[in-house]
């Protein structure tokens, strides 16, 4: 089955600054890479995606990259803002069929003012 | 938007009782994961549900059966609760039909309290 590492567990970062959040998967079969925040006792909410098909996405002051031939993929943040603190899951999965979704440990990012 | 609803948001049971969660699924979502998180832990897949038909099975354990009913809501029985059991429980929905397919979309959540 699929396995996804996600470092670091914690990271912190002055406000404004840049957050970068790595994960590796094993299943080169996975094909889709979605990150969920997740603020204290709240669900998980999609924030962004990439399909193996594209390197890089970026949505306003976040971007996600995705190296296939490492099996690689990153979140990254930039001009943090206190409200970014969150854990940040990432998830590797396949398209279609009945394929669940692995997540990381998750990244506990704290943005100091 | 209409989103996953779960009751109840809050439970607070005694070792050995029994629980029942509810999950109603985003209208039109075909497909219900139930998964638990512990603290500090991520999301860890229970089981899923695909057109009322289990689908995927996880780290279900046997104390604990699941089913989707004819209205696509589903619901998490578990029996015989242990400390251990005392976690948050998310509800998840997804539209097998579609190019979005993959994209899960989470309930709130019911936390559960075995004392």
């Known amino acids: 089955g699929e396995n996804v590492e996600q470092h670091p567990s914690t990271l912190s970062v002055q406000e404004g600054d840049s957050a970068v959040i790595k994960c590796t998967y094993s299943d080169s079969a996975s094909n889709y890479f979605p990150w969920y925040k997740q603020e204290l006792g709240k669900r998980p909410q999609l924030i962004i995606d990439?399909?193996?098909?594209?390197g890089e996405k970026k949505d306003q002051r976040i971007a996600v990259t995705l190296n296939k031939t490492a099996k690689h993929f990153s979140l990254h943040i930039t001009e943090t803002q206190p409200e970014d603190s969150a854990v940040y899951f990432c998830?590797?999965?396949?398209?279609?069929?009945?394929?669940?979704?692995?997540f990381g440990r998750g990244t506990s990012l704290i943005v100091h003012p | 938007a209409a989103g996953v609803i779960q009751s109840p948001r809050h439970l607070i049971k005694e070792k050995r009782e029994t629980a029942t969660l509810k999950c109603y699924p985003i209208?039109?979502?075909?497909?219900v994961y139930w998964y638990q998180q512990g603290p500090g832990q991520d999301p860890q897949f229970l089981i899923s549900f695909y057109e009322k038909m289990q689908s995927d099975k996880g780290s279900i354990p046997d104390r604990f059966s699941a089913q989707q009913f004819s209205d696509y809501h589903s619901e998490l029985n578990m029996s015989s609760l242990e400390l251990g059991d005392s976690a948050l429980y998310f509800c998840?929905?997804?539209?097998?039909?579609?190019?979005?397919?993959?994209?899960?979309?989470f309930g709130s959540g019911t936390q559960l309290s075995v004392l």
């Open positions: 998830a590797a999965t396949r398209s279609g069929g009945s394929y669940i979704p692995t």
């Open positions: 209208p039109r979502h075909d497909t």
């Open positions: 998840a929905s997804s539209s097998k039909r579609g190019s979005a397919n993959e994209k899960l979309f």
């Open positions: 990439i399909r193996s098909n594209v």
